[in-house]
């Protein structure tokens, strides 16, 4: 908690005890910890003079800001449409394969999470994923257990 | 302001520019269908109903979020137009769950209007309602049904912009967005005041209130009960709007009859505790006046504020736990019926308190969720047994097939039936104050307000935040202590302005010593329980009702009542008394703000 409040804090230095602080202090949760919990969306409101509501919604709007406990690692397939025609699904099974776990879960370790996402912006190099900020693109489900292996290994 | 000129439908209209389509076209009475649009709040532009045509523009305007500009023509009723809202109307159907005939806003429904006025074709797009939701009935006051919501967001922005409360929210996206609280959590979990201001605003029947009305009808005809009802001030003065007549119609007589005529076994008005709140209320400031001036004890709390808006109540231990002390420990009116009805009125009648229900008929959704608060039975029953709002009370009239329109007038039962102007005006913004002020001047110094006709117009109106002060001159001798002081009352309706009040006694700055505080825009006339729809029109026409029936009361300030005055003598001997304290006072609870 202590570790959110800091985050809170050095945010609200930046951009000001205002509303437009929120975002930046929900991407700066998200970077430390992966998610948002419910205690730190009410820590967030009452920094920010707030209702807990607000913050939900927000949080609830953006796909990158979690608020369910995810793994180190967190795959993001796109779903779009180019991605789809470019053969996403082949390489949804061929993760879903190696991890042992469907879409929307997280791995027993908890180093993995596999999520769908929307647009990424790399439709020209389809189909696309990222893990944390990395992007993989051009994939194909033969390459998906060696990229698995490489963060294994970590 | 500059002028401009625009056309609609090929008629010249002058408007001052800035002025949006949809407000230049109701200028000229062209009617604009409008789903999200809320007088009272901000414009969201969401639903698209209101498109218009603007030549030389390609595409369609939402009529309610574009200024007008000089030598603007404008179309609203074009077959592009009437196509595009058929198909908007149509696309929010088939999200919609369309069991109209058991919805209970069936006949007074945005939507179903839309629909019935384009002719909406039920082929024309499949129902794409989703599976499984659930009603949630977790609040004694407002049930939410997402499968009736349009995602309009008005709920949103009256609960933000009206209420500075911010229980609702838009959550997720696309397809998946909806209306939640705090990670979708239930309603009586979350920091809700239960106002019903959300109700009121809300075009289909996705947010209602919870609905007790039943009950009520098995009581009425369980020859074992007494049923007792009682009627608040501002019921009167909007109950007609839902029974045919125009808006602003006092209704007090034929409601009397009404009741009794639907099988009530004593027809009472919540007005007589109003005026016995303002003797509680009165006296308590003026204790609290001398333990601050004269006796400089420092754990009582200055500026007193009201306590008779149970929205207002809940609004204050969510957001303001710390400064509780300034509540007035007063019950509200309802609360004070309640607990009456079944210990003074029983033992007058001589009926036995296990056999009478008591029923509050309400302006108000926040009464239902005060009626069952834990602390409230302190006549060793369930003081209120059921609280209805306006809303229910009409439609059980409407059921009990009476033709209200040619009742006969009809005057309540005694005991507790008799009421003054003071008691009426609770009713408005502003009207607590006014009835405080008629009767503590008149005891302090023995004469009567110093304004015409005990009209203070100082407290009354409509802006957010407003104040007077009264200097207390030539008391009395037991109030020598108050010679000379100038005693500075302050008024603010909707929790917006309560917030600001609330802000300035915790930074110590507040320049008050009594405040009222109402928590919906306009007082109990605008409150969650009354006819939809409401604007500030709406408001305005109930509120001079409420004067209206305050200057046509023989008596008009609170302590002259004689049912008060016997209801002292006989049973509760001083305000503030050993057995006032029991009954009539009450305790709050510090909760999360969060």
Known sequence: MAEIEMIINQKIERYGRERKALLPILQGIVAAKNYISQDDMVCVARALDISAADVYGTASFYSFLENKVLGKYVIRVCRSITCDMKGKNKILKALEEELRIQLGETTHDRLFSLEATNCIGLCDMGPAMLINEKPYTHLTAERIPEIIFEYRNK | ?594
């Not at chain 2, 000129?5 to 001052?16: H, N, R, T, Y």
């Not at chain 2, 977790?138 to 009256?158: A, F, H, L, P, Y």
């Not at chain 2, 919906?520 to 729809?533: E, L, V, Y």
């Open chain 2, 1 to 594: 302001m500059s002028m401009i000129s625009l056309k609609i439908d090929g008629q010249l209209v002058e408007v001052e520019s800035g002025t949006t389509i949809l407000e230049a076209a109701k200028k000229i009475n062209v009617n604009i269908p409008t789903l999200c649009h809320h007088e009272d709040l901000c414009v969201a532009g969401n639903c698209r109903v209101c498109v218009v045509e603007v030549k030389g523009r390609e595409r369609l305007e939402a009529s309610c979020s574009t200024p007008a500009p000089e030598g603007m023509e404008i179309w609203t009723n074009t077959a592009r137009v009437r196509n595009a809202r058929q198909d908007i109307v149509s696309l929010l159907v088939s999200e919609h769950n369309t069991q109209c005939t058991t919805c209970y806003r069936n006949t007074n429904c945005e939507l179903q209007n839309l629909a019935a006025e384009y002719n909406v074709d039920g082929n024309r797009y499949l129902s794409v309602l989703k599976p499984g939701i659930k009603v949630d009935t977790s609040s004694w006051s407002i049930e939410k049904d997402d499968s009736k919501c349009i995602r309009c967001q008005r709920c949103v922005r009256t609960c933000a912009e009206l209420q500075h409360v911010n229980a609702l929210t838009a959550s997720h996206k696309g397809k998946d967005m909806k209306i939640s609280t705090f990670l979708d959590l239930p309603f009586n979990e979350v920091v809700c005041t239960n106002c019903g201001q959300c109700v009121n605003r809300c075009p289909t029947g996705a947010l209602t209130e919870r609905r007790y009305f039943n009950q009520v009808w098995e009581a009425i005809g369980d020859p074992t009960k007494h049923v007792v009802m009682n009627t608040a001030p501002s019921v009167r003065v909007a109950l007609g709007e839902m029974l045919g007549y125009e808006v602003g119609h006092r209704v007090t007589g034929k409601m009397v009859t009404a009741m009794r005529k639907m099988g009530a076994d004593s027809v009472l008005d919540t007005d007589f505790a109003a005026d016995l709140t303002i003797i509680e209320e009165g006296n308590e400031l003026l204790t609290r006046l001398k333990k601050v001036l004269v006796d400089k004890d420092q754990s009582v709390k200055l500026p007193m504020i009201t306590s008779c808006s149970p929205g207002w109540v809940k609004f204050i231990e969510h957001m303001f736990p710390n400064h509780l002390g300034h509540l007035s420990t007063c019950k509200s009116p309802q609360q004070m019926f309640g607990t009456l009805s079944k210990t003074y009125y029983a033992e007058q009648k001589g009926i036995d308190p296990k056999d009478i229900v008591s029923v509050a008929i309400m302006p108000c959704a926040a009464k239902k969720y005060e009626a069952n608060r834990p602390e409230m039975n302190d006549s060793g029953y369930r003081d209120i047994d059921a609280g209805l709002t306006t809303r229910e009370f009409g439609l059980m009239i409407k059921q009990a097939g009476l033709d209200f329109k040619n009742l006969p007038d009809g005057a309540f039962d005694s005991i507790m039936g008799e009421s003054t102007g003071a008691g009426v005006i609770f009713g408005a913004t502003g009207g607590v104050m006014e009835a405080a002020l008629r009767t503590a001047y008149a005891v302090v110094t023995g004469r009567s307000v110093p304004f015409e006709n005990l009209n203070i117009t100082a407290v009354r109106g409509t802006d957010g935040i407003r104040e007077a002060s009264i200097k207390v001159e030539n008391c009395l001798p037991e109030w020598s202590f108050l010679e000379g002081v100038v005693l500075n009352v302050g008024v603010a309706h909707g929790l917006k302005n309560a917030r600001i009040i609330m802000d300035q006694i915790a930074a110590g700055t507040s320049k008050y010593h009594f405040i009222e505080v109402m928590a919906c825009p306009g007082g109990c006339i605008g409150g969650g329980g009354q006819p939809i729809p409401t604007n500030a029109e709406i408001r305005a026409k109930r509120t001079a009702a409420i004067y209206e029936e305050d200057m046509g009361k023989p008596i008009r300030m609170s302590h002259e009542n004689p049912e008060i005055v016997k209801i002292y003598e006989e049973y509760l001997h001083e305000p503030l008394g050993h057995k006032s304290h029991k009954l009539l006072h009450t305790h709050y609870t510090p909760r999360n703000r969060y």
